[in-house]
Every structure is written in structure tokens, then in C-alpha cells.
């Protein structure tokens, strides 16, 4: 074969790779590309639902400048909020999903079924966990206050989901008991792929139990449980339907998502609620890229 | 991030396209609330006109949460979609939602100037008609009278007596037998409703409506922070500390239990204290809500109107369907009925209605003075500024702010939303 029929070989093959992507990237321009690219356009005009035909060009007023979102407080309480939901639900997530996964890896002939038992919360739609819990969590029928009242625990009904301590705490509990299945579950894919030996032989050594899960298996799942911490903590960053669903409209809960819903429907200020989106997004998509550094970057144990 | 609210409107635009109905009959299709007897009282009315004229009615469902039926509104007028024809929209929806109704001033031939001038007025929007005023509500002060007479206690005219006949009272109660009486009950949940009381606690002070007509953000003065101070005062002494979650079912709960002495709602809580199976039939009395030192009782004007959305197909016989609805005929039916308060005038002359309803013959001066929201000034932003307002007033009453310090952030987040008091000018 001449180098010429090779380089017209190679050409031919690079089209029809690009032929065989095409589809795809009308697809994603068509339900991702096209939409982010509205509400970036949104984000640069004054308008409202209303009368969306009215909108003006303001540039990045919606951003800067005195009416701007970074200069809103009540986008940055909101900002403080998801940050607090965050840490708090993937930090105890983390903890707990380990401690499952640890229990899980033990050789017992249960295994299979306990697997399948700790999914199903995480089975559950987000949408069909959330009322189920607001159900249970209700001040009057509640069957949370009716049991914590028969063992005297509580003088009165407590109003779970509408007193501002509380919401946010119970909104952490129900993605805490939604999500720790699959902080285990992933966590437990990691602890199978450590070696036995280097269990055993540590263990021959005379070393206790503690001291090998501190210095032998969380340096060696390490690496994996960052991978599922950093892909929770996007997830949180996003969280809208569990408190959306659970708790009212009061500040106290109101994330980052919450917020751009609230400006966007309840508001009707398209404009800048798009802003909100993007900066949000932007948020997000930071988030991802550094995730993918960190992954194939030079400093990956993989 | 993606916006789902315009996308789920515009399949369901695309939806009506693919299935839509003939248009050879002519259908009108209306949305009614379906609070109570609201939806069949709605669904008579509308197939005597359709029986009438020859017309066909259908009768559209929609959530009976109203914040959840104006996130749906706004997405299928946004989206342009004809699925409704007839609107029912709540009082403080025309500033929002206006641009996207047909001026019914040449349909009304002057028929709204026998109706209530603040109503009239909210259901305006730049000089066009865009809603028709169909019935209205205002907050109103429910008694015990058995109660009152026990402990020798005139109804309450200032807010100061009421807090002290409401704390006497429960006292009494209390030491009588019934430990779970209480002073006085109204709406303290974060929503609309707590707006709407909490307005009238600041207006009968003389402390204005939130923003002034002028676009002026007035509500950090001395009148409102004593208000709100004041309000704070009840919770936990003369009402429940779960007043902070009560809409107006709860305490209505409260009070048709035989509870409370004093009750804030609407008038659909007489016919409700009325019924036959009340723990407090015939024991219930209706006065003004009390006011302060200086000012006069104010009690929020709500209501609901009915609109024609600029999308229709038909809107000349939608606003036939909306004149015939909001005509006397049938608004004295409903009147009677179901004790829906007219938004005409002269229904409250009627001797029949005054006698199925004692106090609407009574209270038609209150009604005539309602209080309206800051929603013709405010105009598509009074759900921001509504919503600002019942959080400050809800942290104040909660406890987790004083008024002199919550009033100004308030007010300075009020400037902002209103770009410098421009209101979108």
C-alpha cells in the first residue's frame, strides 16, 4: 500500500467517524447546546414572562451592578443554604455508606439479599420519597409526632417541615436515608477490588482490625470513595425536588435551585432568573471539569 | 440547566395542536376553582348560557393550590396556548398576568362601574378592563358570642382590647375546663395569606400598604413595626405558637372546634359555623376586624375574576359566557346558595341574599372599604414583594428578628426588587 492510498484510507475513515458522530452532536446540540444557549441569551435581557416579546438587552445587568445577582443577598443566602445542605448530607452520606458497605463486604450468604434490601431507597423516585416523608413528617397525621407523643418524647405535635429550624435538618435526614445506598454501593465496588491478601497478610502480622481498615483499605478505596464524594456533592449542589416537594416556601430551604424556580415561575423574572441558571450551571459544569482533571490529570493513581 | 417550566408548556402547546378540538362548534372552555361548592356553583352558571345561546362549556381542571394554578397560568399564556378560553383569576394576578387578557370594557357596556372600585381598579391594567370582578372576600373578625356575653365583653374595637378580652377569656376557659382554649387564632403561615393579615394589622395603625400608590416602598414606619411587634406579643399568650403554620382552614379548625374566642378568615367561614353539624351554630357573631390607636379597621380585599385570554378563538362569546357569569342573575344565585360575597353593589340591598347571609347586609360598608394589595402599583412583581413581606413578617412573629431590625432590611430589599422604586417603569 503507498503512503498516499494510506493518507486517503485514513482521511476516508476520519469522515466517517465524523458521519457516525453527526447524529449524535444534532442531538446534543438539539436538547443541551440549544437551550443553555437561550437561557444564556435570556440571561442578558430584562425579560419577564409576562410579555417576553417586551424583553430589552442589559448586558450583564442581571450579574453586575446594583441589581445584580451577585450583589443580591438572598441569592447568596441561598448560596450559604445549598452549601450547608451539601457539606452536611454528603459528610454524613460518606460516613454512613462506608459503615454499610464495610458490614455488606463481610462474607455472609445474606449478601445478595441485603444488597438488594439497601437499594431500595435509592430505587425510589426522589418525588415519591419526598411526599411519603412530608406524609410521615406532618404535624397532625403525622406518624413520626403520633409515636414520638406515645413515648413522650414530645409534649405537642412538632411541625417538622414548616418550622425554618427544622426543614432543612429533616430535608438533609431524607436525602441521608435517600441517597447512603448509593454512597455504599459504590464504596462497596471499591472495597471488592482490594486485594485479599494484602488483608491477610496484615492480619497474620498480628495487626487489629481498626489499625488495617485505617492503614490498609481507606488508602487503597480512597481514590473511589473521592470519586463518589465529588459526584454527590454535584448532585447536592443541584437539589431541588426533596425540598421543593417537603418543605414551603420559606427562605430557610431555599437553595440554589429553589431560587431559580422561584424567579423563574413564581417571579416571572425570566431574565434574571436565567442568570441564576447559569451561574449555577457554571457552578456545576467548574465542578465536573475539575473532577475530569483530577481523574486523568498526571496525579491519578489510575 | 435546562428551564422545564417553558418546555412542559410548549409540548403541551404542541399537544393542542396535534388534538385539538373542532373548531366548527363553538366550545368554550373555563376554569373554575374548585374550592367547596365553587366548581359546581361554576359549572351550572356556565351551562345556563350554553343552553342559552347554543354554545358548548367545558369546564378545565386545575390545581386548587393557588400558587400552583398561576405557575400554570403564566406557562400556557407564555406558551400562547388556546386550551382556556375563561380564566378565573385571584385579585392580585391582573398585574401579573394582564398583557395576556383582552380589555372587556367594550363587552362590560359600563357593568362594572355598579361593582367595587379597588376590585374594579386591580383588574385593571394600563387603562384596559382585563378581568371582571366576580366575587369578593375580605378579612373579617368571627366572635363567640355566648362567650362574650359569659364574661360581660363588648366586641373588640382596637386591637388592644381584643388582645386583652381574648386573654381574659381563654383564662377563664381555661380555669373552667377546657385547657385547650385559646385567646385568638388567624393565618401565620409563610404564604399569601399571612400577607393578607399582616396588611391589616399595619393599615387599621395607619401604617399604609406595604408600597405606596406613588411606588414609594413605605413600610418601615413606626405604625408597622408597632404592628408587627405587637402581633409577635399574641403568639404563645393569646395564640398558639402552630398559628406560625396555620392557613385558614387550621384555624378555622380551631375555632369551629369551640376552641378560640376570636377568629381572622374569610366569609366562607359563616356558612361553614353555620352548618348544621357546628360544634358553635348560632353561637358566632361577625364585626370589623379591630384597628389601632389611630386608623380605622382595614380588612385585605380578595376575590376572584374572570378573564379572556387574549389566545382564544372565540373571545367574543367568552366574553358573553364572562358578562352572563358576572351578571346579577347569577351572582345572586351564588350569593344565596353558597354565600359568595357579589362583586355587584347593589346585591347587598337584596333581601334575599341578606337574609340567606345576615352580615353581608351588615358589613357592605366594610366591603366597600376593602384593602387592596399593592398589585396595580407593583404589577408583575407583587408575588416578589408579597413573598419578602410574609418572610420579614414570619421571622418578626417567630421570633427570629424584632421589627426595627427586620422592617428596614425589608424595605431595602423592596428598593432592589423594585429597581430603585421604578417598579418597571
Given at each position: 500500500m503507498t503512503a498516499a492510498a494510506r493518507g486517503g484510507w485514513a482521511a476516508q475513515r476520519r469522515r466517517q467517524a465524523w458521519r457516525l458522530l453527526a447524529p449524535l452532536g444534532v442531538l446534543l446540540a438539539a436538547v443541551a447546546g440549544w437551550p443553555l444557549a437561550r437561557t444564556l441569551w435570556f440571561s442578558l435581557t430584562d425579560m419577564q414572562l409576562a410579555d417576553p416579546a417586551a424583553a430589552r438587552f442589559v448586558g450583564l445587568a442581571n450579574y453586575v451592578g446594583p441589581y445584580g445577582l451577585l450583589g443580591d443577598p438572598s441569592w447568596w443566602r441561598a448560596v450559604g443554604v445549598t452549601l450547608a445542605f451539601a457539606a452536611v448530607s454528603v459528610t454524613l452520606e460518606t460516613v454512613l455508606g462506608l459503615a454499610v458497605a464495610l458490614l455488606l463486604d463481610t462474607p455472609s450468604r445474606l449478601r445478595t439479599v441485603l444488597r438488594a434490601c439497601v437499594l431500595v431507597p435509592w430505587a425510589i423516585p426522589t418525588v415519591v420519597s419526598a411526599r411519603m416523608w412530608s406524609w410521615m413528617l406532618h404535624d397532625q397525621f403525622g406518624v413520626v409526632n403520633h409515636v414520638l407523643q406515645r413515648l413522650h418524647l414530645a409534649s405537642g405535635p412538632i411541625a417538622w417541615t414548616a418550622d425554618p429550624t427544622l426543614s432543612l435538618l429533616c430535608v438533609v435526614a431524607v436525602d441521608v436515608w435517600k441517597t447512603t445506598p448509593f454512597m455504599a454501593l459504590l464504596i462497596l465496588a471499591a472495597l471488592q477490588t482490594v486485594p485479599r491478601e494484602c488483608v491477610e497478610s496484615a492480619r497474620v502480622d498480628g495487626v487489629r482490625p481498626w489499625a488495617i481498615l485505617r492503614h490498609v483499605t481507606l488508602p487503597l478505596i480512597a481514590p473511589a470513595i473521592l470519586v463518589a464524594v465529588v459526584l454527590r456533592l454535584l448532585d447536592a449542589l443541584r437539589v431541588f425536588d426533596l425540598i421543593y416537594v417537603m418543605t414551603s416556601n420559606g427562605r430557610s430551604t431555599r437553595t440554589m435551585s429553589v431560587f431559580v424556580r422561584e424567579q423563574l415561575i413564581?417571579?416571572?423574572q425570566t431574565g434574571y432568573g436565567s442568570a441564576a441558571a447559569t451561574v449555577l450551571f457554571l457552578v456545576i459544569a467548574l465542578g465536573t471539569v475539575a473532577l475530569l482533571r483530577a481523574l486523568h490529570g498526571p496525579g491519578s493513581r489510575r | 440547566m435546562d428551564l422545564p417550566g417553558r418546555w412542559i408548556a410548549r409540548i403541551a402547546a404542541v399537544a393542542v395542536l396535534l388534538g385539538g378540538a373542532p373548531a366548527a362548534a363553538a366550545t368554550i372552555r373555563l376554569s373554575c376553582g374548585a374550592v367547596g361548592r365553587e366548581l359546581e356553583m361554576c359549572r351550572t352558571a356556565a351551562q345556563a348560557w350554553a343552553a342559552k345561546t347554543g354554545n358548548a362549556i367545558e369546564v378545565v381542571a386545575t390545581p386548587n393550590d393557588a400558587s400552583e394554578r398561576l405557575a400554570l397560568y403564566e406557562q400556557m399564556l407564555a406558551s400562547r396556548s388556546d386550551r382556556i378560553d375563561v380564566f378565573q383569576v385571584d385579585v392580585v394576578w391582573p398585574g401579573m398576568l394582564g398583557s395576556h387578557f383582552i380589555d372587556l370594557r367594550p363587552y362590560a357596556k359600563g357593568a362594572e362601574a355598579g361593582m367595587f372600585r379597588d376590585f374594579v381598579a386591580s383588574d385593571t391594567k394600563d387603562g384596559r378592563l382585563v378581568a371582571m370582578p366576580w366575587f369578593i372576600n375580605t378579612g373579617l373578625l368571627f366572635y363567640r358570642k355566648d362567650l362574650l356575653a359569659k364574661y360581660g365583653a363588648?366586641?373588640?374595637?382596637t386591637w388592644e382590647a381584643l388582645a386583652a378580652t381574648a386573654r381574659r377569656v381563654q383564662d377563664g376557659e381555661r380555669a373552667a375546663?377546657?385547657?385547650?382554649?385559646?385567646?385568638w387564632v388567624w393565618q401565620g403561615r409563610a404564604y399569601e395569606g399571612l400577607t393578607c393579615n399582616a396588611l391589616e394589622w399595619i393599615a387599621s395603625r395607619g401604617?399604609?400598604?406595604?408600597?405606596?400608590?406613588?411606588?414609594?416602598?413605605?413600610?418601615?414606619n413606626p405604625a408597622a413595626r408597632a404592628a408587627l411587634a405587637d402581633a409577635a406579643g399574641w403568639v404563645g399568650r393569646i395564640s398558639p405558637e402552630a398559628v406560625l403554620n396555620y392557613a385558614e382552614e387550621e384555624s378555622r379548625g380551631v375555632f369551629q372546634a369551640g376552641n378560640a374566642v376570636f377568629l381572622r378568615n374569610w366569609p366562607y367561614a359563616w356558612s361553614l359555623a353555620q352548618a348544621d353539624r357546628s360544634a358553635i351554630r348560632g353561637k358566632v357573631g361577625v364585626a370589623a376586624l379591630p384597628h389601632g390607636p389611630a386608623g380605622q379597621s382595614a380588612a385585605t380585599l380578595g376575590g376572584e375574576s374572570l378573564a379572556v385570554s387574549r389566545?382564544?378563538?372565540?373571545p367574543a362569546l367568552a366574553a358573553d359566557l364572562v358578562m352572563f357569569m358576572t351578571g346579577p342573575e347569577v351572582q345572586k344565585r351564588r350569593a344565596v346558595e353558597a354565600s359568595f360575597n357579589p362583586s355587584?353593589?347593589?346585591?347587598?340591598?337584596d333581601p334575599e341574599i341578606v337574609a340567606a347571609n345576615p352580615f353581608m347586609g351588615e358589613l357592605a360598608p366594610l366591603f366597600e372599604h376593602a384593602l387592596a394589595r399593592p398589585t396595580v402599583v407593583t404589577g408583575a412583581r407583587y408575588n416578589q414583594v408579597s413573598n419578602e413581606f410574609w418572610n420579614t413578617a414570619h421571622d418578626v412573629l417567630a421570633g427570629r428578628a424584632t421589627a426595627p431590625e427586620a422592617l428596614p432590611e425589608l424595605a431595602a430589599t423592596l428598593r432592589r426588587v423594585s429597581r430603585g422604586e421604578r417598579w418597571g417603569r
Open positions: 413564581d417571579f416571572q | 363588648p366586641v373588640p374595637a375546663g377546657n385547657p385547650r382554649m385559646w385567646g401604617g399604609g400598604a406595604i408600597v405606596a400608590s406613588d411606588g414609594r416602598v413605605t413600610v418601615d389566545y382564544s378563538r372565540h355587584l353593589l347593589a346585591l347587598y340591598k
